[in-house]
């Protein structure tokens, strides 16, 4: 798309200041309620990578021996600047991705818990030490920043999850250069914009908009030690073997399916406002979102009655008004999710709530797309077996817990999941059977609180390293095992022998 000098162009942010993009390619920036083009986001060649990460090297050393304490209060100043002005980016992220103002204010808390995390990383940071290992002899070790690390993220929070990344790799001593979603690309650099102002020097924190390009020139730069990556699984994987063969470390969290496996002894009521929630809040836009309900008879036709009975209350609308649920995020992410509705109706699952084509409270030209049930839904249907990352709720029907497990455990996806009951034995059961990495118990959308670290299994996940807690510590710090003595030279003496203790 050319340069459109109408529309206010969105620009980097490299050492410390916002630049113009320069590469002459450029990608519109949608507001998803009123469904036309608001911004231009630039779409940086290699050049423009090559100084956002020579900006974060030339910041490295500095930043890397600047003293704990300033670092420290440097994160706190940061916290507050956010928390002072949240409203501002709850508004921003609204505009973008469309999201309703409740919604991002609470993306906004989320992230914000990774900096408070971030906050006490001296304690995360501290090494072993070993007095007189050998006669003379200590051994400890220490951790060390990588140096420049690369973040790219996806566009369902475009605040959170670079929060889930940023806070701590620059605790911890490292720069970083941020590749956001240019989908939603505004609140990265306003997240910049406000940890410069928080005292952090120029180059620590650098954000590149781009697309392919951009991405595939982090993937290969020499000095980028190690990629973050968060999106959809083909891209997950294809950052994890690139990233990798190109020598870095890397964490590359794909998408998911998440299934609520609901027993006969649970409280319906408690499940049915459960699934409204994790299913259709920020239009069903989260990796975390339910998205297959699996019922073990006999309870299904119960609780559709009151999840559709609670569907037909939801408002829809822009999402700066008082609305339950948004638009998507583009016309073609909707026209894409709506596709997986006909595909499900044409493999013979029962449409029960259609949200094609329903009356919202906004612009006609907004990327709308109602709340969506689906029931019985064929197991080899592409609308189970694949993530729609929309507002459609699938509800499938299985005999027992056993079989309810069996199917969980055999899809591709392993990020979250949930059971709901009653029976302590059978919950505790699930949490030991079931291969998914973040699971709820009476708990529909259980994202791990900042100190402990977030990710799931199989396609959700490539790398062994999660996010943040104490796994995104690890991955931002290499540890060093230091062996000294102090003694007299004159103890030495040639032993070619391995050394022993
Ligand atoms: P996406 O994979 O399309 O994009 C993610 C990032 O990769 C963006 O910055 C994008 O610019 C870049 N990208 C896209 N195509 C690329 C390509 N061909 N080569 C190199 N880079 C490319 O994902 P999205 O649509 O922005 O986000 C939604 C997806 O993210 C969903 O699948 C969702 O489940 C997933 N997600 C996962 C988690 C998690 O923690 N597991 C969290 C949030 C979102």
Not at 92 to 108: F, P, Q, R, Y
Not at 223 to 232: C, Q
Not at 270 to 296: K, T
């Amino acid at each position: 798309m050319t340069n459109d000098a109408r529309l206010p162009q969105v620009q980097h942010y490299i050492a410390g200041a916002v630049t113009d993009g320069s590469s002459g390619r450029t990608a519109p920036v949608y507001d998803p309620a009123l469904g036309i083009v608001t911004k231009e986001v630039p779409l940086a060649d290699l050049d423009e990578l090559n100084t956002a990460v020579a900006a974060a090297k030339a910041a490295f050393t500095g930043w890397r021996d600047t003293s704990i304490a300033k670092r420290q209060q440097i994160l706190f100043r940061f916290r507050e600047l956010v928390n002072e002005r949240k409203g501002e980016l709850a508004a921003i992220l609204t505009s973008e991705h469309g999201k309703v103002l409740s919604d991002a204010m609470g993306e906004i808390a989320r992230g914000l818990e990774v900096v408070e995390f971030a906050t006490g990383f001296p304690q995360l940071m501290k090494g072993d030490y070993s007095e007189n290992v050998s006669t003379g002899v200590d051994v400890y070790s220490t951790k060390q920043p990588l140096g420049v690390v690369g973040v790219i993220s996806p566009f369902n929070f475009p605040a959170m999850v670079p929060m889930w990344f940023f806070p701590i790799a620059i605790a911890v001593g490292n720069t970083v250069v941020l590749k956001p979603s240019e989908k939603d690309p505004s609140s990265s650099v306003w997240l910049a914009e406000l940890f410069t102002e928080a005292g952090l020097p120029a180059g620590v924190l650098n954000v590149l908009h781009g697309d392919k390009v951009a991405v595939d020139g982090l993937l290969e730069h020499p000095d980028i030690r190690s990629i973050s990556f968060v999106g959809s699984t083909p891209i997950a994987r294809y950052i994890y073997e690139t990233a990798a063969k190109n020598g870095k470390r890397v964490q590359a969290l794909g998408g998911a399916k998440n299934h609520m496996l609901v027993l006969p002894d649970a409280d319906l009521d408690l499940v049915a406002d459960s699934a409204i929630n994790a299913g259709f809040g920020s239009a069903g836009e989260r990796c975390m979102a339910i998205s297959v309900v699996v019922a073990v008879e006999p309870v299904a036709d119960a609780l559709i009655e009151k999840i559709t009975e609670r569907m037909s209350k939801l408002t829809i609308g822009d999402g700066r008004r008082s609305c339950d649920m948004g638009p998507l995020v583009t016309e073609q992410h909707r026209d894409k999710v709506a596709s997986y509705i006909d595909i499900a109706a044409a493999d013979g699952a029962t449409v029960v709530v259609d949200g094609r084509g329903i009356e919202v409270d906004g612009a006609a030209e907004g990327f709308w797309l109602g709340p969506t049930l689906l029931d019985r839904v064929p197991l080899d249907s592409r609308a189970y077996t694949e993530e729609i990352f929309g507002p459609v709720l699938s509800v499938v029907r299985v005999a027992s817990y056993e079989d309810g497990v069996t199917l969980i455990n055999n899809g591709a996806f392993g990020n979250g999941t949930a059971i709901f009951t009653n029976d302590g034995g059978a919950a505790r059961r699930f949490q030991n059977e079931i291969e998914v990495g973040m699971i709820g118990i009476n708990v529909p959308i259980p994202v791990p609180v900042a100190y402990y670290s977030f990710g799931g299994f199989k396609d959700s996940i490539f790398g062994d390293t999660k996010a943040y807690g104490e796994q995104g510590v690890h991955f931002f710090t290499r540890e060093k095992a230091i062996t000294s003595r102090w003694l007299d030279p004159s103890h030495g003496g040639i032993n070619l022998g391995f050394p022993q203790n």
